[in-house]
């Protein structure tokens, strides 16, 4: 069964500063791998996807990369914002074409 | 173009009652997945609908079924309700071969 980690679980920067999120996933047989950031008590806006045969996608100050035969995706931050607070989210999509998620990193820009 | 909708956005329910969600699509979107999101966790699959059938489940009870309307629009269902059932529920979108899904507001659903 796959199952998604993300670390750190919260994470607090002064702005400006870049940073790194972490997600693993245990099964490599994934279609794809999408990063969504999630404003409290709302949905989930999709930041940036990589299919299963990409190494990275970059969107403004995010870049997203994947490495599927170690399992490991990063997503870096970089001039990181007080709007940039939020919980981010690392999913992955199986053959199955459903998502599984981590439980996501808790990020905190201090201005 | 409208993105994914969903209605309610915030419900309150007492044990044992039954609630019903709608979700609609994003225009061009034959695919509707629902997912159940616990405070403090990641989204959880609950099931996904495609050309009006159940085309497959995650980890829960029966308690919880669907439906997809001819113009791929859906409903979530859960009978006999829990405490456990309070969650935020997200309803995402997707056309069957693109893989991509794209997700609606949620509903809040607090069960007293």
């Known amino acids: 069964k796959q199952e998604v980690t993300q670390i750190p679980a919260a994470l607090s920067v002064p702005e400006g500063e870049n940073l790194v999120l972490n997600c693993s996933f245990t099964d490599s047989a994934i279609y794809n791998l999408q990063w969504f950031r999630q404003d409290p008590g709302k949905g989930l806006t999709s930041l940036l996807l990589i299919q299963s045969s990409q190494r990275e996608q970059t969107s403004g100050r995010l870049n997203a990369s994947l490495d599927k035969s170690s399992g490991r995706s990063t997503l870096y931050i970089a001039a990181s914002q007080p709007g940039d607070s939020a919980t981010y989210l690392c999913?992955?999509?199986?053959?199955?074409?459903?998502?599984?998620f981590g439980t996501g990193t808790r990020l905190t820009v201090i201005p | 173009d409208a993105g994914v909708t969903q209605s309610p956005t915030h419900l309150i329910k007492t044990r044992g009652q039954q609630v019903t969600l709608r979700c609609s699509p994003k225009s061009g979107h034959d695919t509707v997945s629902w997912y159940q999101q616990a405070l403090g966790q990641g989204p959880q699959f609950i099931f996904q609908y495609y050309e009006e059938e159940e085309r497959q489940r995650g980890n829960f009870p029966d308690r919880f079924s669907g439906h997809q309307f001819p113009n791929y629009s859906s409903e979530l269902n859960v009978n006999a309700l829990l405490l456990g059932d309070s969650a935020l529920y997200l309803c995402a979108s997707s056309y069957d071969k693109a893989y991509e899904q794209y997700f609606g507001p949620g509903t809040r659903l607090t069960v007293t």
């Open positions: 999913a992955v999509l199986t053959g199955a074409n459903n998502l599984f």
